[in-house]
C-alpha cells in the first residue's frame, strides 16, 4: 500500500491549492507494530483487536487512512532487531512496539522514528527515556508494572496456600526485569516465612528440570515473574505445575485463563487501549518528547477455581471475594 494516495488535478492553476490540500488531507498514515511473539498467539491477537478497535473510535480506519505494518518475532534478539530494521526501513509514521526487547532492537535502528511502547517495566533506567514526565527523545508509552508487584505475588502465594515454606522464583536470566521483580519478591520473604530461591531458565526444558526441583520437597510454591520467556511457554509451565499439583502463581490473568491456579498483575490488554490514544496524538502532530509515560491503572487478581480443586485446595472466601475474575 502506498504512503500517498495520489490524486489527479482538477482544472486549471487556480485549482492547485485546493487540490494539494485534499491530497494531503487523505493521506495513508503508516504506523509500524513489533511484537515479540507468534502470530497466533491468542493473547497478542486479543491486545492487536483492543488497538485497532479504539484506533477505529479515534476516527482510523484501515485500509482507508490508516495501514498498520505488523511484524511477528519470538523473544529473539536476532529476529527482533532484523523486524525492527525492516519496520524502520518502510519510513513508518509512527512505531508500536511491546515490551523491553523490541524497544532495546527499534533504538539501535532509530532514534528519529516516533515509537509508542507498552509493557516496559523501567524505561529510564533503561535509557529510552530521559524521565517519565518529560521523556525528551523519540519515545513515550505506558509502564508494565512496578517492581513491587513482584511483593504481591508472594503475598498471593501465602494466602492461598498459608503451608506454603520455600517458594522458587522462575525467571529469565537475560531479563534485567527478572532482577527487579526478584529483588521485591526477596524483600518479602523473612516477613512471611517463605525461603526464597531464584532458577533462571533460558530454554523449555530447563521449564521441566525447574519444576522436578521444587516437587521433591514438600511444601514448596511456584512464583512465575513476567518475561517475554515466560508467556511464550506458558502453556509447558502451567501444564507441568499442574500434573505435579504444584501451587502456582502467575503474573498476568491470560495465565489463569490458561489453566494457572491465580495471578495478580496490571490488566494486558487495557495499554493497547491508552497506546491507541498515543499513536492518534502523535499522528495528529504531538511529539512522543512531550508526552509523559503512564503507569498502569487496572490490576487484576483472578482464580482458576477448577485448577485449585484439582489440586485439592480451598481457596479462602475472602481472597475470592477480592478477585475480578474467577473461572468455575
Same mark, same amino acid.
Given at each position: 500500500?502506498?504512503?500517498?494516495?495520489?490524486?489527479?488535478?482538477?482544472?486549471?492553476?487556480?485549482?492547485? @491549492?485546493?487540490?494539494? &490540500?485534499?491530497?494531503?488531507g487523505e493521506r495513508l498514515r503508516r504506523?509500524?507494530?513489533?511484537?515479540?511473539?507468534?502470530?497466533?498467539? @491468542?493473547?497478542?491477537?486479543? &491486545?492487536?483487536?483492543?488497538?485497532?478497535?479504539?484506533?477505529?473510535? /479515534?476516527?482510523?480506519?484501515?485500509?482507508?487512512?490508516?495501514?498498520?505494518?505488523?511484524?511477528?518475532?519470538?523473544?529473539?534478539?536476532?529476529?527482533?532487531?532484523?523486524?525492527?530494521?525492516?519496520?524502520?526501513?518502510?519510513?513508518?509514521?509512527?512505531?508500536?512496539?511491546?515490551?523491553?526487547?523490541?524497544?532495546?532492537a527499534l533504538q539501535q535502528a532509530t532514534?528519529?522514528?516516533?515509537?509508542?511502547?507498552?509493557?516496559?517495566?523501567?524505561?529510564?533506567?533503561?535509557?529510552?527515556?530521559?524521565?517519565?514526565?518529560?521523556?525528551?527523545?523519540?519515545?513515550?508509552?505506558?509502564?508494565?508494572?512496578?517492581?513491587?508487584?513482584?511483593?504481591?505475588?508472594?503475598?498471593?502465594?501465602?494466602?492461598?496456600?498459608?503451608?506454603?515454606?520455600?517458594?522458587?522464583?522462575? &525467571?529469565?536470566?537475560?531479563s534485567p526485569d527478572g532482577v527487579g521483580?526478584?529483588?521485591?519478591?526477596?524483600?518479602?520473604? !523473612?516477613?512471611?516465612?517463605?525461603? /526464597?530461591? !531464584?532458577?533462571?531458565? &533460558?530454554? !523449555?526444558?530447563?521449564?521441566?528440570?525447574?519444576?522436578?526441583?521444587?516437587?521433591?520437597?514438600?511444601?514448596?510454591?511456584?512464583?512465575?515473574?513476567?518475561?517475554?520467556?515466560?508467556?511464550?511457554?506458558?502453556?509447558?509451565?502451567?501444564?507441568?505445575?499442574?500434573?505435579?499439583?504444584?501451587?502456582?502463581?502467575?503474573?498476568?490473568?491470560?495465565?489463569?485463563?490458561?489453566?494457572?491456579?491465580?495471578?495478580?498483575?496490571?490488566?494486558?490488554?487495557?495499554?493497547?487501549?491508552?497506546?491507541?490514544?498515543?499513536?492518534?496524538?502523535?499522528?495528529?502532530?504531538?511529539?512522543?518528547?512531550?508526552?509523559?509515560?503512564?503507569? @498502569?491503572?487496572?490490576?487484576?487478581?483472578?482464580?482458576?477455581?477448577?485448577?485449585?480443586?484439582?489440586?485439592?485446595?480451598?481457596?479462602? @472466601?475472602?481472597?475470592?471475594?477480592?478477585?475480578?475474575?474467577?473461572?468455575?
Amino acid at each position: 500500500m502506498r504512503r500517498r494516495t495520489f490524486i489527479s488535478l482538477l482544472g486549471g492553476a487556480a485549482a492547485w @491549492p485546493l487540490t494539494a &490540500r485534499a491530497q494531503q488531507g487523505e493521506r495513508l498514515r503508516r504506523v509500524g507494530v513489533l511484537l515479540p511473539a507468534a502470530a497466533n498467539d @491468542p493473547e497478542f491477537q486479543a &491486545r492487536m483487536t483492543t488497538f485497532q478497535q479504539a484506533l477505529h473510535e /479515534l476516527g482510523w480506519t484501515i485500509g482507508h487512512n490508516i495501514q498498520l505494518e505488523i511484524r511477528w518475532a519470538l523473544p529473539d534478539a536476532a529476529k527482533i532487531l532484523e523486524q525492527a530494521t525492516e519496520l524502520v526501513a518502510l519510513a513508518p509514521d509512527v512505531i508500536f512496539a511491546t515490551g523491553g526487547s523490541t524497544m532495546v532492537a527499534l533504538q539501535q535502528a532509530t532514534r528519529t522514528f516516533p515509537i509508542v511502547f507498552v509493557q516496559v517495566p523501567d524505561p529510564v533506567g533503561a535509557g529510552f527515556v530521559d524521565s517519565l514526565a518529560r521523556p525528551g527523545g523519540n519515545a513515550t508509552g505506558f509502564t508494565q508494572f512496578e517492581y513491587g508487584v513482584g511483593a504481591k505475588l508472594l503475598e498471593l502465594l501465602k494466602e492461598i496456600s498459608p503451608g506454603v515454606m520455600r517458594a522458587v522464583v522462575l &525467571r529469565d536470566p537475560a531479563s534485567p526485569d527478572g532482577v527487579g521483580q526478584f529483588a521485591a519478591i526477596q524483600a518479602m520473604g !523473612p516477613s512471611l516465612g517463605v525461603e /526464597l530461591r !531464584p532458577i533462571g531458565v &533460558r530454554d !523449555p526444558d530447563e521449564i521441566e528440570r525447574a519444576v522436578t526441583t521444587i516437587v521433591r520437597r514438600s511444601g514448596s510454591g511456584l512464583i512465575v515473574t513476567a518475561s517475554g520467556f515466560a508467556i511464550l511457554h506458558r502453556e509447558r509451565i502451567i501444564a507441568l505445575a499442574n500434573r505435579h499439583r504444584l501451587v502456582a502463581v502467575y503474573p498476568y490473568r491470560f495465565f489463569v485463563i490458561s489453566g494457572g491456579l491465580t495471578s495478580y498483575g496490571p490488566s494486558s490488554i487495557d495499554p493497547y487501549r491508552r497506546a491507541a490514544g498515543y499513536v492518534d496524538r502523535i499522528l495528529k502532530g504531538e511529539k512522543p518528547a512531550d508526552l509523559p509515560v503512564q503507569a @498502569p491503572t487496572k490490576y487484576e487478581l483472578a482464580i482458576n477455581l477448577k485448577t485449585a480443586k484439582g489440586l485439592g485446595l480451598t481457596v479462602p @472466601p475472602m481472597l475470592l471475594a477480592r478477585a475480578d475474575e474467577v473461572i468455575e
